[in-house]
């Protein structure tokens, strides 16, 4: 029932339901569950200003301080200079490191600082005769001081700069006067334009933040042209179908395996799946017990399906554009929604400018602007399945 207030309203009372700050939040007011849900669940989140169309940020992370062994002919039990990958980062084996054959449990110590691909090493520790074979992996798996030692050799790491742009988005619609004036039984019809113009502008960008590539043309040039860069180009775990034993079939067991090993082994335990028709219909063949559906509060009305695993829980969508991008049916995008974040240019954000028309124009033209692109701060939380046909 509606409740009665009396006296002055100021712009204050009311929250961001009854008055979007933006049409981008009005889009996903006007259509929840609709056309660009990612950009829905991107207005919930704290969407950052740049004052500038190239945005950086630092991204850093912890190595995982495993090397691998180098040397066809393996070594025996005896050896102390091991040669390993050149491809693999050793800064942070300094002297007294400690090192742990995964296949046989021997450990090691590092006795110099490592500064190539030669390591000198201290040999079984606490057993004797194990051997090393050719692409043994050696994980870091303590430190240990003699006493009265003098303090080890530091050790640090750099953040790698990682940037992206914002791009210009605009969709402009126009009416004649004479059509501004004609009575319509359909309704008004620059009403109607501007609100399929503003389906659209979501829809464009909606697409770019997953398919966009950064790049830019005219670098240094008055007119330089941006393109932001969309999550599919950004991350590194991509699967493809194609490599699964039995090409484009996964099954639930694979897909368990995936889960653990791969989309949580960094970031969130809870995180956000954007499906195609075929692989709602996968989930939902071998997954019916675990399905629990439920509506997360605070979405704009995104409806998701929670699929609850040991590993942590996805929280799927089935992605309405999915239906409409050729390969996107037998797709899964995984995203951890605390490390994607909206950028827009400062005074930019979608924005509706009216009368663009010059003088002499018998009519109106309008456009939905923005100036925006995604901002993903780290990569490996993130992960794309692609081309899952089938599931036994």
């Not at 992996?137 to 914002?166: E, M, Q, R």
Request: net charge negative.
């Amino acid at each position: 029932m509606p409740t009665g207030v009396q006296g002055l309203r100021g712009s204050g009372e009311f929250s961001t339901d009854f008055r979007p700050t933006n049409y981008r939040e009005l889009f996903t007011l006007l259509e929840p569950n609709g056309s660009a849900p990612f950009n829905a669940l991107l207005a919930m989140t704290s969407g950052e200003a740049t004052d500038d169309p190239q945005f950086n940020h630092f991204r850093d992370e912890i190595p995982e301080r495993v090397v691998k062994i180098n040397n066809s002919g393996g070594y025996n039990a005896t050896a102390t200079s091991i040669v390993i990958d050149a491809d693999i980062e050793v800064g942070f084996l300094t002297a007294g490191t400690l090192l742990a054959n995964a296949r046989t449990g021997e450990i090691m110590r590092v006795t110099s600082d490592a500064s190539g691909t030669t390591l000198a090493v201290a040999r079984n520790l606490g057993s004797t005769g194990l051997t090393i074979l050719d692409n043994d992996d050696l994980f870091v798996s303590g430190f240990a001081a003699a006493d009265g030692d003098d303090v080890s050799t530091a050790i640090s790491f750099d953040p790698s700069v990682v940037s992206n742009f914002t791009e210009i988005f605009r969709t402009p619609f126009a009416v004649t006067n004479t059509l501004r004036a004609t009575y319509r039984r359909t309704g008004d019809a620059e009403d109607e334009f501007a609100t399929k113009a503003l389906k659209l502008h979501m829809q464009e960008i909606e697409r770019a933040m997953f398919f966009g590539k950064k790049h830019i043309e005219n670098s240094g040039a008055y007119n330089e042209r941006r393109y932001t860069g969309g999550i599919l180009s950004s991350i590194t775990n991509i699967v493809d179908g194609a490599t699964f034993s039995t090409s484009g079939q996964m099954t639930e067991d694979e897909f368990d395996s995936m889960l653990i090993n791969t989309i949580f082994a960094f970031g969130s335990q809870q995180k956000l799946a954007f499906v195609g028709a075929k692989v709602a219909a996968h989930l939902q063949r071998f997954g019916k017990a675990r399905w629990q559906p439920t509506v997360v509060d605070g979405t704009y009305g995104v409806n998701v399906t929670r699929y609850a695993t040991m590993a942590g829980d996805l929280m799927v969508h089935l992605h309405p554009q999915f239906r409409q991008v050729p390969g996107m049916d037998s797709a899964m995008v995984i995203i951890d929604m605390p490390h994607v974040k909206y950028r827009y240019l400062e005074g930019r954000d979608t924005q509706l400018l009216r009368d663009r028309q010059g003088n002499g124009v018998d009519g109106v033209i309008h456009e939905y602007l923005s100036d925006c692109g995604l901002e993903l701060t780290q990569d490996k939380v993130h992960t794309y399945i692609k081309g899952w046909q089938t599931t036994a």
